[in-house]
T-cell receptor, first 114, second 113 residues
Framework: EAQVTQNPRYLITVTGKKLTVTCSQN?????MSWYRQDPGLGLRQIYY???????DKGDVPEGYKVSRKEKRNFPLILESPSPNQTSLYFC?????????????FGPGTRLTVT | AQTVTQSQPEMSVQEAETVTLSCTYD???????LFWYKQPPSRQMILVIR??????QNATENRFSVNFQKAAKSFSLKISDSQLGDTAMYFC??????????FGKGTRLHILP
């Protein structure tokens, strides 16, 4: 089954404690992205990756890092989380090459930073 | 900069009625896609319908259809014969290149029994 998986699905942590949210896709997609969803703001892109070792900032990159060492994986790293990063996070992927209409989303990760 | 505006934060309609969700966008791109996503309480993002900007014909998926007015930069979603399972947050989105999707702030739709 074609899918994007994220782990963990729920996470409660404390300010300053480094964490990683994993994202993996099994569709050999070139493009992957991270979004955060906040009430009243919709989804906003944090980072995206066009291929292995190629990443770029989205609209709200501050406080986040990403890496793309393998095509299938695109982890989101919060080195020193703060309460304003409490949010719902989505990973997504698409084939690229003009195939943006086939965007696949993961199930979401609910992060709470206290 | 690309923007997407959903002017209706929340709507309620009776089951079996038809409802239209509004969306406008602004862009200087010539090649793009438009989407409507549904987010039920499970939080999963579900693609409802998509429209390629170069296609004049409005997209339709069963009870869901769009009214795409390219010159007016408008992309509304019509849900016919609404069902209780249509209760969700709906996001309008604009996509360009291979990696950029801009989302509106969402419309929360309640289908009342």
């Amino acid at each position: 089954e074609a899918q994007v998986t994220q782990n963990p699905r729920y996470l409660i942590t404390v300010t300053g404690k480094k964490l990683t949210v994993t994202c993996s896709q099994n569709m050999n997609h070139e493009y992957m992205s991270w979004y955060r969803q906040d009430p009243g703001l919709g989804l906003r892109q944090i980072y995206y990756s066009m291929n292995v070792e190629v990443t770029d900032k989205g609209d709200v990159p501050e406080g986040y890092k990403v890496s793309r060492k393998e095509k299938r994986n695109f982890p989101l790293i919060l080195e020193s989380p703060s309460p304003n990063q409490t949010s719902l996070y989505f990973c997504a992927s698409n084939l690229g090459a003009g195939r943006l209409n086939e965007q696949y989303f993961g199930p979401g990760t609910r992060l709470t930073v206290t | 900069a690309q923007t997407v505006t959903q002017s209706q934060p929340e709507m309620s309609v009776q089951e079996a009625e038809t409802v239209t969700l509004s969306c406008t966008y602004d862009t200087s791109e010539s090649n793009y896609y438009l989407f409507w996503y549904k987010q039920p309480p499970s939080r999963q993002m579900i693609l409802v319908i998509r429209q390629e900007a170069y296609k004049q014909q409005n997209a339709t998926e069963n009870r869901f259809s769009v009214n795409f007015q390219k010159a007016a930069k408008s992309f509304s979603l019509k849900i016919s014969d609404s069902q209780l399972g249509d209760t969700a947050m709906y996001f309008c989105a604009f996509g360009y290149r291979d990696d950029k999707i801009i989302f509106g702030k969402g419309t929360r739709l309640h289908i009342l029994p």
